[in-house]
């Protein structure tokens, strides 16, 4: 690699390196004469990065030329280039590679001049470099000997040494999520903010101590971001936030220069505030005991005792909404077994119909067939044409009846239960999670729904077969006393009977 050659030539404190996140301008002016020098170095530019572009200037005695691949006729023209001078002539080396974002990586060929870089910019300029260039994660692609070290998302590992994906660490979703819960409980101003603590937060420290220093005081601002009401960027250059909790604190930093204990402090405290469930109750007690906890300059002091005093007013928290929760619990309960006798009731009213319906017919048959029957004409009339046409209407305005009664219960009993459904995650969904909602309702409702269909379809069987046992009964009789002669007739039409059978008939 690049830098190599230049240690083992010990050229590289003949060389002036400017090394940004697009740019790298490397300038040098060898002390050892160009055949020991430049053919090597020239076979060095085919370890450059595929994704980035490069120029080379070959001064020699105030004559150039200018080469942009590693092809042999490049190689060649520098090497006529040489030729006209002398083996000790004065020479200059000028190499620009134009750096580009492919794949989620970029590449550093000089770790120590990139770290200088960085440290010569503001915060604010790091975090929207890396945000451009930022798409769920960024690998920084070195090309010098280093140990793989990084954050979740971001990561600086040696070329050609890099095999996992970054983003089965952070899901997409799970980013949003924290986003969007930022987004809903502060605000910010004068930056765009896309990047986590999460981003900057060290798993693994480098030998860097500058990059170190850098990812810990972005993520420890980060963190205050997402922990503050609100915050900014001031046109001087200072960072200035908001808190309010029992008090509302402001304060404004002329420089972010925290200590890595202070940045696992505030990661934890952000971290814990962003994840799991009840963020936003998290996020309003955070707010109240930093408010609260002040050095003698009243500025937030964060420390190991301000997360202690997080945890010992989230275990009160807990404790003053575990009473909150169960009569929550016990309105559910409430809800469920109203709907359980809501279900009773349901099926009580097919009963009713169907007694009802029974009721009609053995009215029918006392009052009207029976007392007008034998009043009138004697038994033989009960089973006339006439009221046989009455018992079929009844009979069939008895089906559609039961027909309209079983689909109208069963529809109401659907409605009925995703109507109590609604109503509960309306009211309680910002206390019980809707999944927790759903676990104490859906096996109720199943249950409910099971026992009235077998209530349901046992009673409309009943109800059938008395209408066609009845209907069939009267009309049975109908053909003997009223029809039965028509009815002999038939028989002997249809049945091969002899004149003596057929008189045994008529007797």
């Excluded at 945890?311 to 928290?317: K, L, P």
């Excluded at 077969?465 to 009815?487: C, M, P, R, T």
Aim: aromatic fraction near 12%; charge should be negative; hydrophobic fraction near 40%.
């Amino acid at each position: 690699m690049l830098i190599d050659y230049l240690e083992q030539t010990n050229q590289l404190k003949n060389s002036d390196i400017y090394e940004t996140f697009n740019s790298l301008r490397l300038t040098i002016k060898p002390n050892i004469s160009i055949l020991d020098f430049f053919p090597k170095f020239f076979d060095e530019l085919k370890t450059l990065s595929k994704r980035d572009t490069f120029e080379l200037f070959f001064e020699i005695e105030g004559t150039h030329e200018t080469v942009s691949d590693c092809s042999i006729d490049s190689f060649e023209k520098m090497e006529k280039h040489i030729a006209e001078f002398s083996n000790d002539s004065e020479y200059e080396l000028e190499l620009k590679i134009n750096k580009k974002n492919v794949d989620k990586s970029v590449s550093i060929y000089f770790v120590d001049q990139f770290s200088d870089y960085l440290t010569s910019i503001s915060l604010l300029d790091v975090i929207n470099l890396i945000s451009i260039n930022f798409e769920e994660s960024l690998v920084f692609e070195v090309f010098s000997k280093i140990k793989k070290f990084g954050s979740k998302t971001i990561r600086f590992s040696e070329s050609g040494k890099d095999e996992a994906d970054l983003n089965s660490f952070e899901l997409i979703n799970v980013r949003q999520n924290k986003l969007s819960l930022l987004f809903e409980n502060a605000t910010t101003s004068n930056f765009a903010i896309d990047l986590l603590p999460d981003d900057f937060y060290l798993i693994t420290k480098s030998s860097y101590e500058k990059i170190n220093k850098i990812f810990i005081d972005i993520s420890s601002l980060l963190s205050i971001v997402f922990i503050s009401n609100s915050s900014s960027f001031e046109k001087d250059g200072s960072f200035l936030y908001k808190i309010s909790g029992y008090k509302t604190i402001s304060e404004s930093l002329a420089t972010i220069d925290y200590e890595a204990s202070t940045c696992d402090i505030l990661y934890k405290i952000y971290a814990w505030s962003y994840e799991g469930g009840n963020s936003s109750d998290k996020i309003g007690l955070v707010r109240n005991v930093l408010s609260i906890h002040l050095d003698s300059n009243d500025r937030v002091k964060i420390d190991n005792e301000v997360w202690q005093a997080i945890q010992s007013n989230y275990q009160i928290y807990l404790k003053d909404n575990v009473q909150s929760y169960l009569e929550i619990k016990n309105k559910i309960g409430e809800f469920v077994i109203e709907s359980s006798a809501r279900t009773y009731s349901m099926a009580d009213e097919i009963l009713s119909s169907f007694k009802n319906s029974i009721f009609v017919f053995v009215t029918f048959f006392l009052t009207v067939v029976v007392v007008n029957g034998l009043k009138d004409t004697g038994g033989e009339s009960i089973f006339s044409d006439v009221y046989l046409a009455i018992v079929i209407i009844l009979c069939i305005i008895s089906l559609v009846w039961r027909k309209m009664t079983v689909k109208q219960v069963l529809k109401q009993f659907e409605s009925a239960s995703a109507t109590v459904k609604q109503i509960l995650k309306l009211n309680y969904s910002k206390v019980l999670m809707q999944s927790e909602i759903d676990q104490c309702i859906d096996p109720v409702v199943s249950t409910n729904r099971i026992y009235l269909k077998e209530q349901v379809d046992s009673y409309s069987k009943w109800w059938l077969g008395i209408i066609l046992v009845f209907g069939f009964s009267f009309a049975s009789a109908n053909v003997y006393f009223e029809h039965s002669d028509s009815f002999i007739n038939k028989l002997k039409e249809v049945l091969p009977i002899d004149s003596d059978e057929n008189k045994a008939i008529d007797d």
